[in-house]
């Protein structure tokens, strides 16, 4: 089991910054990659970025260039870094991890971004 626990969601003005943290904890040593996604009231959850256990990273078009994912192991601690937010940027971010071995998705409870124009 993995157990991810999300915060550092605000509200924040269009042009500003917010950094989410996800904290791990149970079997992180099965973990293949995280991720960070999104949903939007009325739309689908979409993936926003993910890193591997390589360090391998990618990212959705839409936020490229502005959000860094990155991790602290010595931490157990995956982060999203946000700059240049949007009002479209607006939702409830979620992190996930996926481990290959069972097929198996873990999500956290989320955290609300709010961008205001």
């Known amino acids: 089991q993995v157990q991810l626990v999300e915060s550092g969601g605000g509200l924040v003005q269009a042009g500003g910054s917010l950094r989410l943290s996800c904290a791990l904890s149970?079997?992180?040593?099965?973990?293949?990659?995280m991720g960070w996604y999104r949903q939007a009231p009325g739309k689908q959850r979409e993936m926003v970025a993910i890193?591997?256990?390589?360090?391998?990273?990618n990212y959705a078009a839409s936020v490229k260039g502005r959000f860094t994912i990155s991790r602290d192991n010595a931490k157990n601690t995956v982060y999203l870094q946000m700059n240049s937010l949007k009002p479209e940027d607006t939702a409830v971010y979620y992190c996930?991890?996926?481990?290959?071995?069972?097929?198996?998705?873990?999500w956290g409870q989320g955290t609300q971004v709010t961008v205001s124009s």
């Open positions: 149970g079997s992180i040593f099965r973990i293949n990659a």
């Open positions: 890193i591997t256990s390589g360090g391998n990273t």
């Open positions: 996930n991890a996926a481990v290959t071995l069972t097929a198996t998705l873990y």
